[in-house]
């Protein structure tokens, strides 16, 4: 079972970015799945997260209007769309999933079930 992310990078501010997580094995296709996030020094957050069906989206309130989630469950892949970079948007971003299929979209803020490997942000200017 592996969520393999990608898509990370060096962007400027204000730029944006496309991160992907290809769900192998148990491809979790009726798991909420989503993203988190953890900048050096700092503990690790909740980003966003999409319910199994698609139509249920929950952000952060520090990234609302900036980001967007989607997924296409006949690809097991996650999106996390990411617009007007700041630089405090800088750190590794790990895909996840949920702890069991079939729950909410909210879920995911609360507990997570499975965590892909990371992969880097990196906002300058």
């Known amino acids: 079972v592996q969520l393999q992310a990608s898509g990370g990078g060096l962007v400027q501010i204000g730029g944006s970015l496309r991160l992907s997580c290809v769900a192998s094995g148990r491809a979790f296709t009726n798991y909420t799945k989503g993203w988190y996030r953890q900048a050096p020094g700092k503990e690790r957050e909740f980003v966003a997260s999409?319910?199994?069906?698609?139509?249920?989206?929950h952000f952060a309130d520090s990234v609302k209007g900036r980001f967007t989630i989607s997924r296409d469950n006949a690809k097991n892949t996650v999106y996390l769309q990411m617009n007007t970079l700041k630089p405090e948007d800088t750190a590794v971003y790990y895909c996840t999933a949920a702890t069991k299929p079939y729950i909410s979209a909210r879920s995911l803020m609360y507990s997570v079930g499975s965590w892909g490997q990371g992969t880097q942000v990196t906002v300058s200017s």
């Open positions: 999409i319910g199994w069906r698609g139509q249920s989206t």
